[in-house]
């Protein structure tokens, strides 16, 4: 019978140790365990363990950052903006700072959800997410002048021939404001954030391109270079402008094409050329539907590109009648 209280005894110091042990677990094995539920779908079991880290830690912008998830996946908008804008208003306490973006980006897209009311707000949020890649310096304006200047008058060969500019944190944000220019009827904004976003994603294709075939020059129509001395024309095998580097990329490197189709391509490129359009320029427009489509040499019709999808069905439409959908990008 001694013997058995003893165990009995060992048996229930061990469990008040184990809880004990438990009860102290660290704030940020909380908030993984809260992240688990949350994949699980588990959203009560998610918010105890929040709530739990944020008791112990106040000042602990993931935690509030994931409380907000909860709250949105649940169905509380209000509840969830309130605890973004406390994971942003404390990221000065971010263990990894680029996190804050994403914040950010989360917020904006909460606002986006919420109706016409919050939009601009949202956009004031990207807006400012582009700020951070210097949109508003004077020497960035002055570079965004010259493209607008060479997408409406040469066209996006020669723009991406005399230009590299790869935007890293903005890139989405540009997008995001591209559609939502368009959808308001804004199409010289629409046009410049497409561009950007165009023009950012062909210099990551070239550079990639470049690294993996060092002998590759971007290089336009080799018959033209005749009369443009000042090109580089180091590079003597075939090559036209974006369409080679497209296909290209598609011929030799799925993953980079995988990633151009995640962040956007085709609908921003379609973006651009009918943003031209818009603005009066449908030559320039009618140059970029045509890196959409394949033309038939014999009949002259076409077909869209297959890697373009839907956007290039609808580049064949604009070339047969060209024509402006309002408030969306497709009719």
Known sequence: M??????????????????????????????EKGKAAFDRRNLTECLDYLLETVEMNPDYPEAEFWLGRVYEAQGQPVLAEEQYRRAIDISIYLRVPEDNILYRYTLAELL??????????????????ADGEGASRPSNLALEHQYMKLITEHGLDELVYLYRDELITSLKARRILAETAWDAGR???????????VLSLLTTSAERYR???????????????????????????????????????????EALARWLEREGYW????????????EGFGDSAESIWKLMVITD???????????????????????EEPFISVGSLSP
């Open 267 to 278: 609908p921003q490129l379609y973006l651009v050329s009918i943003s031209l359009f818009a």
């Open 211 to 253: 690294f993996a075939h060092p002998e590759w020059r971007f290089d336009i129509d080799p018959p033209e270079d005749a009369d443009n001395p000042d090109r580089d024309v180091r590079y003597s095998d075939r090559s036209d402008g974006v369409v080679d580097l497209i296909e290209r990329v598609y011929e030799s490197d």
């Open 112 to 129: 986006m959800n919420l109706g016409a009311d919050r939009a601009l707000e949202a956009e004031a949020i990207l807006f400012g997410i």
């Open 297 to 319: 040499q014999l009949s002259g019709s076409y077909l869209p590109r297959s890697e373009a999808g839907r956007w290039g069905r609808l580049a064949v439409k604009q070339l």
């Open 187 to 197: 199409y010289r904004s629409s046009l410049l954030h497409s561009t950007r976003t």
């Open 2 to 31: 001694f013997n058995i209280r003893i165990r009995l005894l060992a048996l229930l110091l061990l469990l008040t140790f184990t809880r004990c042990l438990s009860a102290e677990e660290p704030a940020w094995i909380l908030l």
